[in-house]
């Protein structure tokens, strides 16, 4: 499956992890945009064509949550999955990043397997 | 709360948070990593080296650390990023910063009511050989002692009621 990938975290090593994870996962990774918080990401996503994003909840400037409320008004990317990844593992945290729009949420530490088992159906919803 | 109810407070938390610690930290390492901590046998010390530290704050307040020579800050590095040892380089302290963050991350999240009730912060990593770290907790340390690689990693939970 080619997939042109957005992974916005503020960690630089993170953001590695997270596009090594999913070429384990089997992807075929064929553009990796990387952003370093969630107004950077909003950039990137009105200048490119991307099919997934990967995407912290605790960044500064702009969190994971108030990205994805904006992401909706953005016509060319509003219907793109996106994925949280983050350490925050609460119900709570969960239900309110899937209301917020989140097709689904990884918690961290996870293996590629569990970033695949998220990452296929959002894949396959999209298209 | 008296300084002996403190005191009784902390050793209670210690004997019951100790194992949840050790976990949590074998869980980074085993998932993230791909690597086994060993239990330390001994009191060693790693010596001078790198340090990350994550505050936490709301229901639990204190700050997570994790010291460990430079060397095995750079054999993790390595392991998380799947490059060659001789590769690693600035990204070394972005690496430690995230394995504390997701140790504190899966630590509180292990703990009932705690997921919800308390916030982490971003990192701080130091390094350098004369330093000493002093955090405002009324209480003796959470310490738990591991081996990565034959080498001493140190995780220490100051709590502050």
């Known amino acids: 499956m080619a997939v042109r990938v957005l ?4 960690s630089s090593v993170m953001r590695k992890i997270v596009e ?13 945009f990387e952003a370093g918080n969630g107004a950077e990401a909003l950039g990137v996503v009105q200048a490119n064509q991307v099919d997934l994003i990967l995407c912290d ?20 990317a509003k219907a793109v999955p996106v994925i949280m990844i983050t350490t925050e593992g609460s119900e709570a945290h969960v239900v309110q990043a899937l209301s917020c729009g989140a097709r689904g949420y990884i918690r961290k530490p996870f293996t590629p397997e569990q970033v695949k088992t998220q990452v296929i159906p959002a894949l396959a919803g999209k298209s | 709360m008296s300084s002996s109810k403190a005191s009784l407070a902390a050793r209670e938390s210690h004997e019951t948070w100790s194992p949840l610690l050790e976990l949590a930290a074998r869980e980074v390492f085993q998932l993230m990593l791909g690597s086994e901590l060993q239990s330390c046998p001994t009191e060693v010390s790693p010596g001078p080296g790198i340090t990350s530290m994550v505050g936490l704050a709301g229901k639990l307040c204190g700050v997570l650390s994790i010291n460990c020579k430079e060397k095995a800050a750079a054999i993790m590095t390595s392991k998380m990023l799947g490059v060659p040892l001789d590769k690693v380089g600035s990204e070394m302290s972005d690496a430690l910063g995230e394995i504390c963050n997701m140790v504190a991350g899966n630590f509180k999240n292990k703990i009932a009511g705690l ?5 982490l912060s971003p990192p701080t990593v130091v390094t350098g050989s004369d330093y000493n770290l002093y955090a405002l907790a009324d209480s003796p340390a959470l310490e738990v ?8 990693v140190i995780l220490s939970l100051q709590i502050h009621s």
Do not use: H, W, Y
């Not at chain 1, 090594?20 to 990796?32: C, H, K, N």
């Not at chain 2, 997921?115 to 916030?119: A, E, R, S, T």
């Open chain 1, 7 to 10: 992974i916005v975290d503020d």
């Open chain 2, 145 to 152: 002692r591991m081996l990565f690689e034959e080498m001493p």
């Open chain 1, 57 to 76: 909840i605790n960044m500064p400037v702009m969190d994971g949550l108030e990205f994805i409320k904006q992401l909706a008004a953005v016509e060319n």
């Open chain 1, 20 to 32: 090594r994870s999913l070429r384990q996962a089997g992807l075929d990774l064929t553009q990796v």
């Open chain 2, 115 to 119: 997921g919800d009730g308390c916030m």
